[in-house]
Structure formats: C-alpha cells, structure tokens
C-alpha cells in the first residue's frame, strides 16, 4: 500500500449514495463510503490498515500495516453533489478498525500530503477514551475515521425496549453533562475508577434522578468534541484548562470517545446505547441530546 491504485484482494464497485458515511453491510463483506462534496472535480479516499491489524495477511501485507489512496472515478462515482464507492472485501476479512479520511482536489492532482477531510457522517473516531481526557500529550488533537465494530451498529440488543413517549406537557427535565455528573467524587459510583465521567457511569445515578421526580434528562452535547481546545490555564496553579461543556462539535454522529469506560473500538457507542437502554427501559425516563 501507500501508493494510489487497487486494493489487493478487494474489489472496487460504484457503491450508492446512500446511506450516508460509512456503512458495512448487515451480513458482511462490503463496504460503502459516501460523501457529499458540491463544486468538487475529483475526490480520493484515504485508507489506513492499522499496525497489527488482524487483516492484514488478507491483503497481502504484514503486520506493520500500510495506506492507500484510493481515486473515484467521476463517471461511475459521483451522483449529482456525492461521491461514493463499495469495496467488497475478501473472505475472512474484518474491515473493523480500519481508519479512513477524503481529500478532495488535491493540488496537483497529488493526494500524498494533501489536506484530509474527515467524514461528517463517521460514526466512529480513533480519538482517546475517558483515561485520557484532556491529555496534552502526543499528537495534536486530529482524529480520523474508523470503520466501527458491526456488531455495536447491527447487533446491539435494545431487550425490546421503546421510548417512554411521554407527553410534552407532562415531562420533567434534569438538564445535566454526563461527565460532570458522574465525576465528582460525591457521586459514590461503584467501580469509580473506570465508570466516572462515562456513559456507564450515568446508569448508576439513575435512582437519583427518580427521586428527584425526573422522567427526562437533557443531555449536553454527547457527541465527539475536542477538550484540549482551551489555550487557558488555571490562573492559580497554572494547570492546563479543558473545553469541558463540548459547544465545539467534530461529529455529530460520533458518541464522545472520552465518555466511554473502555478504549475498543465501537465502545462508546455500545455505551452511549446501553445507557439509553436502561433510561427507557427500567426506569422510563426519556433521554433528549441536545444537538449543538
């Protein structure tokens, strides 16, 4: 890999516009991407088998990995303002964890060092997890796009669960950051160490709520932001700041990383899930995430 052309033992198709983002097939085996680029010419995805990644013997690599610029072809690949191409993968062949990103007209026509473009419709990142919340160390907050576990997007089981569906007028809203809630100390989680500040975490404050007379939570942004976007530090002991409140989406459509208790991908949004889940389900509370 690492260079513009196939992808050995893949084979490449036109794909549809829809769904949006990225999708696997329900059974497997294929792959569709899609973006939507109005006044684009030329688009190319970028791929990334990560080091160790259980595929690679499948494509023929090791286990260091590789990436490959992959060019559409706007006759077969583009309809109307949105690119989009499938990738039918070989038997065998699980595509969880395979990074990805779009570069859009590069200059030239030379993806390699172009400006990557981060998929609006991910539905998984490979930023860090709640151990590593606000950490300044390492790269610069750029997180690309992951091909998530299917079974936390096909197999996740709702138990049969519906929406509470309880009427406007007769709702009780606790406006509350799932973080803030569940990580200060006096919040007595069990497990602190691992379910602070997590969507797990929010489960067990559940009975709280009830107490109170709560049959909705307002949620503030859940959706993956950037918390080492704050230039300011703590004018008393000098400590690095956090955009804690996450008024600074990345992606709508990502549970926020830092809010998962374990670093597997697909892990928030099997969290994110699970506490929906019990909201509804046991305890009848309708949760609403606020949108920005």
Known sequence: MGQSGSIPGVQVAQGAPRPKGCSEAPQGRALNFTLDAPGRSSAWLYLVLPEGHDGASSLGLDARGGDLYLQLD????RSGDTWHVQLKLPSGFDP????YMWILDPKDG???GATRILDPCAK????????????RDGPKYSPMAVVP????????????VKPPAHHLKDLVIYETHVRRFTRNPDSKLQDWDSTAG?????????PHLLKLGVNAVELLPVYEFDETACPRKNPENGEQL???????????YVPMQRFSSRDRIGAAIVGFKTMVRFLA????????????
């Open 74 to 77: 706007p006759r077969q690949n």
């Open 96 to 99: 969880k964890g395979v990074k």
């Open 110 to 112: 030379k993806p390699q």
């Open 124 to 135: 998984c990142l490979d930023s860090r997890y709640a151990k590593d919340w606000n950490k």
């Open 149 to 160: 576990d299917r079974r936390a997007i096909h197999d996740f089981v709702w138990q049969g």
């Open 198 to 206: 997590t969507f797990l975490g929010f489960i067990q404050k559940i």
């Open 242 to 252: 956090c955009h804690f409140w996450g008024y600074s989406t990345v992606n709508f």
């Open 281 to 292: 389900a046991l305890f009848f509370i309708q949760p609403i995430c606020m949108p920005f």
